[in-house]
């Protein structure tokens, strides 16, 4: 594991640790989050599978290192299969470590599937669940301002390391750049504390 790696990595859980006092602090419309919750998360959940899709078609290299079906039938694997969200080509990892493999020079994979894979099960903790059906009706404020900041990190990290592109494809291509951030930006607007007040302080 390289320096900026464990460095990203070390400071997502300090963000994490953090929040457990800040968010104590933040009130919740009960009734309006309960409602809304499967909702926001079947909207990520869209999003992901059009981001994969999408990303896919415009890396065709990286499709070839997990099957040799075509974007759609892999996308439609990932999401509707029954794999649980657990895949061998990304060591069965979820959630931030899946997505650390993006960053870890040592991972040859596929980038694209450790990218999705990783930012729908960092969700699926974040909403309690397990899939984006099954969202209990009660919602941990930590845990999904964890996740928003977490998603917030990962934006500006895109963006922020060059290197990143002599070694991984979909950071090659503004295009692929530009729509990863514009789905990071959606999924962040549509989780809760999006008033600007609290979200962007807790995440300092």
Known sequence: MNRWLAGFIGFLLV???????????????????????????NEHTDDLRALMLTLYEQHPEELTKSTQVGPREMTEW??????????DGLRRKQSMQAIALVFDPGFSGDHILALV????????????????????????????????????????????QAVLAERVKIFESTASKQEIQRILQTIINRMPFNNGTHSDRACL
């Open 15 to 41: 963000v994490n640790v953090t929040l457990a006092q800040k968010t104590k602090q933040i009130p919740l419309d009960r009734e309006k989050s309960v409602k809304s919750a499967r909702q926001q998360m």
């Open 78 to 87: 990932v999401f509707d299969g029954k794999a649980n969200w657990k895949f």
């Open 117 to 160: 894979v990783g930012i729908e099960t960092l969700l699926f903790e974040a909403y309690g669940g397990i899939n984006e059906f099954d969202i209990p009706v009660s919602q941990d404020q930590q845990k999904l301002m964890s996740a928003k900041c977490a998603l917030k990190t990962l934006s500006e990290a895109i963006s922020s």
